[in-house]
């Protein structure tokens, strides 16, 4: 009896997709995802997660798994994430990434970066998501003054070299910025301020007097950038809506929110 080869590579096939069918395991990973504002979520809101890899820091980071969650309730809000093991390469690295939206705008983001080994994640898994200020989606609730908090008292002139010059960002709460990715800052004397958020070019209205400083929600071209870049920009953004004052120390340019806490370490680009 003759066996037509096309026949005996047709069952090889079969049988080795068999195999590799049978290696194959379900993963799942659960965790909770909050924030730290005292605010309610609109029932409109959903949660978006993502299993990453991030390896390549220059690349567009790889999803392999999501999950999304529409009228998730309030916070914490639990998510799971089912992926089969043969996606993961365990010589790579992977993290977590979570986003919160209302009407499509973006409210809450991870602006640190979760890493995770997705074949072995340690328990328990929680992101804690920061609000991204101005997006007209949600506004917090006001929070009352600490008594001991003492008053801060800055100084009622404006440093002639703060105009008009290109600053980039080394550093948003003390966490340096990629150098690759570093956003930008420029304010001018009628108060038209912008530069590139790391991602995307923006724009925004600035109000200075003296060496107090506020900005205007920022509108941004709308580039897609690696995970990594556009999680540092929305972080860049966040911190941007909370200045109310600068200072120079040295050749740095340094922003404050209103109690004197550092956002954000400048320097002439």
């Known amino acids: 009896m003759r066996i037509r080869p096309?026949?005996?590579?047709?069952?090889?096939?079969?049988?080795?997709?068999?195999?590799?069918?049978?290696?194959a395991a379900p993963v799942s990973i659960t965790g909770e995802v909050t924030y730290r504002e005292r605010m309610a979520l609109p029932p409109n809101a959903a949660l978006e997660v993502q299993l990453l890899d991030v390896?390549?820091?220059?690349?567009?980071?790889?999803v392999h798994a999501a999950a999304r969650l529409t009228g998730p309730g309030q916070v914490p809000l639990t998510f799971?994430?089912?992926?089969?093991?043969?996606?993961?390469?365990p010589k790579h690295n992977y993290a977590l990434s979570a986003r919160i939206t209302s009407d499509d705008r973006l409210v809450f983001i991870n602006t640190t970066q979760y890493p995770i080994d997705p074949l072995a994640?340690?328990?328990?898994?929680?992101?804690?998501?920061?609000?991204?200020?101005?997006t007209g989606a949600m506004t917090p609730a006001p929070q009352p003054p600490k008594a001991d908090e003492a008053a801060v008292t800055q100084p009622e002139t404006t440093s002639p070299d703060f105009f008009g010059v290109t600053w980039r960002v080394l550093d948003i709460k003390g966490n340096p910025t990629n150098d690759k990715a570093r956003p930008t800052l420029s304010v001018a004397e009628d108060g038209r301020a912008g530069g590139?958020?790391?991602?995307?070019?923006?724009?925004?209205?600035?109000?200075?007097e003296g060496n107090s400083i506020s900005f205007g929600s920022p509108a941004s071209t709308r580039m897609a950038c690696p995970e990594p870049a556009m999680q540092q920009e929305a972080a860049f953004f966040a911190a941007l809506a909370a200045v109310a004052a600068y200072r120079q120390e040295g050749e740095h340019l340094l922003l404050t929110d209103a109690n004197g806490n550092p956002l954000m370490t400048l320097a002439r680009d």
């Open 121 to 134: 994640p340690a328990e328990p898994i929680q992101i804690i998501l920061d609000f991204v200020a101005n």
């Open 80 to 89: 799971t994430l089912n992926f089969d093991d043969k996606v993961i390469n």
């Open 6 to 23: 096309n026949l005996v590579f047709a069952a090889l096939g079969l049988l080795i997709a068999s195999s590799l069918s049978a290696t």
């Open 55 to 62: 390896s390549l820091a220059d690349a567009r980071a790889t």
């Open 196 to 208: 590139k958020g790391g991602c995307n070019n923006y724009f925004a209205q600035a109000s200075v």
